[in-house]
């Protein structure tokens, strides 16, 4: 039976019909996390379907890096579970209990999470090759040809292959986080967390690490989550968009119903703030 978009939300079912029947690749599960006395995160249920794109919006502050961090490993829940490719990520259970998982469970579930900052940090005494081939050399143990050749096929696709010998300090912004798509594409992760990765660049090269990012986004497979504050591109590229503030998800649609006809006051508040800005940046 076809459910209407609204029911599938209500009923937690895939939420558009594209991922019906799909199992979610990652589920946070009534997530909270806080920082000391500070409730950053209050009770987040999202679902992430393979091949989704997911665009995640919001005010500086909401929360939206913390749940990237959350599912890279870099930060823990306070409370709530996290699901990713059908195993918890934090928790493994034992004699019907949940536990914390141990660190070698963490390191393996790590593996299917790519992660890609604001603030490129690629190796500085590493050329562009040796950035891109350190993890699959020391994580997954590719031999040096194995890890050269997945290095060159990545940093083609991100339009850098004539760079495998430079120093990051030779290349732009935009080059540089390229190579950080690059780095964290040859790990073959299942899903990839985009965190603002336009923001610490010149405006004239947004456009060129948007295309990368949207050519792989077009390839279809990998999960994404692009947190961005970039409405066109979101517009474009995502399936979904997810409005948070405070911690919370506020609202959630395709597209057309988040910047076309939102529903909550604070969205229509927030979109208002980005008139123009593409005119007038
Ligand atoms: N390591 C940390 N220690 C204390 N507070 C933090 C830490 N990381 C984030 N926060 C706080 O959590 C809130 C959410 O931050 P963040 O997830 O970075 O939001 P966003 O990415 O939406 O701007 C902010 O108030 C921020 O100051
Ligand atoms: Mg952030």
Same mark, same amino acid.
């Given at each position: ?24 690749i990652v ?21 992430l ?25 870099? #930060? ?6 996290? &699901? !990713?490719? =059908? @195993?918890? $990520? ?22 299917k999470v ?75 992760p299942k899903v990839m967390v985009?965190? #603002? ?6 405006? &004239? !090269?947004? =456009? @060129?690490? $948007? ?12 999960a994404?989550l ?56």
């Amino acid at each position: 039976m076809q459910l209407e978009k609204q029911e599938m939300l209500e009923s937690g079912e895939a939420w558009s019909e594209r991922f019906a029947g799909l199992e979610p690749i990652v589920k946070y599960n009534n997530i909270t996390k806080s920082f000391g006395d500070l409730e950053v995160i209050k009770g987040v249920d999202l679902e992430l379907y393979p091949g989704e794109k997911i665009a995640m919006i919001g005010p500086s502050g909401s929360g939206k890096t913390t749940l990237g961090r959350l599912l890279m490993t870099l #930060e823990e829940p306070t409370s709530g579970t996290i &699901e !990713l490719d =059908g @195993e918890l $990520l934090w928790h493994t259970e034992d004699k019907g209990k949940l536990i914390r998982a141990g660190e070698k469970h963490l390191h393996r579930m790590r593996g299917k999470v790519g992660m890609i900052f604001q603030h490129f940090n690629l190796f500085p005494h590493m050329n562009v090759l040796r950035n891109v081939t350190m993890a699959p050399r020391s994580v997954l143990g590719l031999s040096k040809e194995e890890a050269h050749d997945r290095a060159v096929t990545m940093l083609r696709k991100v339009g850098l292959e004539e760079k495998l010998d430079v120093y990051p300090s030779q290349l732009s912004g935009g080059q540089k986080q390229r190579v950080a798509i690059a780095r964290a594409l040859v790990m073959q992760p299942k899903v990839m967390v985009f965190d #603002e990765v336009t923001s610490a660049l010149d405006p &004239e !090269l947004v =456009g @060129e690490v $948007l295309e990368v990012i949207r050519e792989i986004a077009d390839e279809g497979e990998m999960a994404m989550l692009l947190i961005t504050h970039e409405m066109e591109f979101a517009r474009d590229v995502a399936d979904r968009v997810i409005f948070g503030a405070e911690g919370r998800i506020v609202e959630q649609g395709t597209p057309e119903q988040i910047f076309e006809n939102c529903q909550s006051e604070r969205l229509q508040s927030f979109l208002g703030r980005f008139v123009g800005a593409a005119s007038n940046p």
